[in-house]
């Protein structure tokens, strides 16, 4: 697994990214919505969610993971630094809230049926942001 993109020429990237490499948005769409199926059902994280917009928070999801994992760059290009935890600001992040955040994310890349190590290595960046984003105490 390729993990690091290389330039070429032109500025071309050689070789493939980690969003190739598991099926591009795709597999990113599937996930996100998977994991959205997951927090509609829950009391903690619903409230968090605009009803209103969950395509967009859908949209806006998939985007900056494939843009995070070597895709597109279409989330910066229309939304700027992504800057996760500004954003996230507003919620209430409790370890409770995160919990519940990583257990409908780890169904949902349980779903993707990835290869061993790529699924590993999803699991860990998805496990790290998520505790990253906690900003309160309880």
């Known amino acids: 697994m390729n993990l690091q993109l290389r330039m070429g020429e032109g500025g071309d990237v050689v ?13 990113f769409e599937r996930l996100v919505r998977r994991f959205y199926e997951g927090v509609r ?10 009803e209103d917009d969950l395509e967009g928070a859908i949209q806006r999801l998939t985007g900056f ?22 954003r996230h600001a507003p919620f209430p992040v409790s370890p409770e809230a ?5 257990a409908h994310m780890r169904t ?12 590993q ?3 860990d960046y998805l496990e790290r942001a998520a505790h990253a ?3 309160r105490a309880g």
Request: proline share 7%; no cysteine.
């Open 41 to 50: 059902g829950d009391e903690l994280l619903w409230p968090m969610y605009p």
């Open 15 to 27: 070789g493939s990214s980690f969003w190739s490499e598991v099926g591009g948005r795709a597999t």
């Open 108 to 119: 949902a890349v349980d779903e993707l049926e990835l290869a061993p190590m790529q699924q």
């Open 65 to 86: 993971l494939e843009q995070y994992w070597g895709g597109p760059t279409a989330y910066s290009q229309e939304r700027g630094h992504p800057r996760l935890r500004m």
């Open 133 to 135: 984003m906690v900003n």
């Open 121 to 123: 290595v999803l699991w």
């Open 98 to 102: 995160r919990d519940h955040w990583l």
